[in-house]
Every structure is written in structure tokens, then in C-alpha cells.
């Protein structure tokens, strides 16, 4: 079963103005990561933040993690319609699962031009 | 850096037809590997892993199995499809540099599977 669950399933925004995703989980976590796919194609690793971190940025990416309300949420600013594509937050327990990720179900963000 | 082959890339089978579609990893050695599948419009789930050459672990029983023959080499197989087993299928192998057990997944292009 998936652990992580996004929210919104679905987001529709302008170009410039910011997108905000959240995802929940339900064990213990080690990091949370999130990830991009654009359509029909594999997913790319944007951001990991690890479960003793509550914020971290990589250029127009913000992610926050709160570990007390199990949640997590990745802030695009200024987006762009090149970031139009869906958004999954996986887990990773760490210890002896062997890297193993559980993946949420996905935002699909359409930015539009 | 690191590279994922996936073949093929699509596919279209008829219910009762064997599978084997194919992983291979470049720029690496002895990566974990994974097999994820994607139905259409959802998450992924995990299928199988393997920490080395020979050793795999199910994820879920299923129509399925897996096979690591060498140490970059990932195949996943059936004797017989279903149409539940319609998906984008998923490898995935340990970014380089990244922790064994905790670091980040990098994934190939994904074959997708039509089972008719």
C-alpha cells in the first residue's frame, strides 16, 4: 500500500505564481524525498530532506518537513510551464529496507503559459 | 555518470503471453535494483529489489518474478500476462554516491505494458 499521499491530487496555475504540494505519511521515515515525472517518462530525484531537517531549498524549490504531523510539503516558486508535470513524495524507513521508497500517489501541476 | 537502459520501451501482448523486459546499468557497481510498476494516473508500486547478483525480494505475490543474472542486469518475467498486469514498469538503481540504504533513486525510462 502507499504510505504517502499528496495533496492536491491535481493543480492548475498561471506561470509565475507559486505551486505548493503536500504529502502524508503514516510510519517512521528516515527522509522524504520528492520527485518529478514528466509524462510517460521515468522520475527525477528533485530534493531529499531528512527526517532530522524541517526545511530545505534547492534553487526554486522549497521543502518543508514536519515529522510531528507526518507531512512534508515541496513550494515552487515563480513556476514556470516547463514544470508542468506530476510530483510524488516517497518515504525511505531507513535502517534495513534496502533503499526501498513508497511513493504517494502524485500531484499533477500544469503550469499554464 | 550513471546510465539506464530499459527495453522495451513498449509493448503489446495478448493475456497468456510470456514477458521479459529488460534492465541494464551503466556507470555503477553492485547498485541495489528495483523494479516499480505504475498503473495509469497513480503512484508507484513497488514489485521487486535486489542487493546483489541472485538475490531477489518480492514485494507483493503477483503474476510476476525476477532475475538478477549479472550485477548491473535486472529482468522481470512471466510465463503467462495478464490483463492486471497492464502498467509502466519502473527500474530504478541507487544514485551514485548516494547512501546504500537511504540516498536517492535513479530511474530509466520506463517500458510500458499493454496486455490485450
Known amino acids: 500500500s502507499q504510505q504517502g499521499e499528496e495533496d492536491p491530487q491535481a493543480l492548475s496555475i498561471q506561470e509565475g505564481e507559486n505551486a505548493t504540494m503536500n504529502c502524508s505519511y503514516k510510519?517512521?521515515?528516515?527522509?522524504l524525498q520528492w520527485y518529478r515525472q514528466n509524462s510517460g517518462r521515468g522520475l527525477v530525484h528533485l530534493i531529499l530532506?531528512?527526517?532530522?531537517?524541517r526545511e530545505k531549498h534547492s534553487g526554486r524549490l522549497r521543502v518543508t518537513l514536519d515529522t510531528s504531523k507526518k507531512s512534508s510539503s515541496l513550494l515552487i516558486t515563480a513556476s514556470r510551464a516547463a514544470d508542468t508535470a506530476s510530483y510524488f513524495c516517497?518515504?525511505?524507513?531507513?535502517?534495513?529496507?534496502?533503499?526501498?521508497?513508497?511513493f504517494g500517489q502524485g500531484t499533477i501541476l500544469t503550469v499554464h503559459p | 555518470s550513471q546510465t539506464i537502459h530499459q527495453w522495451p520501451a513498449t509493448l503489446v501482448q495478448p493475456v497468456g503471453s510470456p514477458l521479459s523486459l529488460e534492465c541494464t546499468v551503466e556507470?555503477?557497481?553492485?547498485?541495489?535494483l528495483y523494479w516499480y510498476r505504475q498503473a495509469a494516473g497513480r503512484g508507484l508500486q513497488l514489485l521487486f529489489y535486489?542487493?546483489?547478483?541472485?538475490?531477489i525480494s518480492s514485494e507483493v505475490p503477483q503474476n510476476l518474478s525476477a532475475s538478477r543474472p549479472q550485477d548491473r542486469q535486472f529482468i522481470l518475467s512471466s510465463k503467462k500476462l495478464l490483463l492486471s498486469d497492464s502498467g509502466f514498469y519502473l527500474c530504478?538503481?541507487?544514485?551514485?554516491?548516494?547512501?546504500?540504504?537511504?540516498?536517492?533513486?535513479?530511474f530509466g525510462e520506463g517500458s510500458r505494458l499493454t496486455v490485450l
Open positions: 516517497a518515504t525511505n524507513a531507513g535502517g534495513t529496507s534496502y533503499g526501498k521508497l513508497t
Open positions: 510510519t517512521s521515515i528516515n527522509n
Open positions: 530532506i531528512r527526517s532530522n531537517e
Open positions: 556507470g555503477t557497481s553492485n547498485p541495489n
Open positions: 535486489s542487493v546483489g547478483i541472485g538475490q
Open positions: 530504478a538503481c541507487k544514485g551514485q554516491g548516494s547512501a546504500p540504504n537511504t540516498g536517492e533513486l535513479f
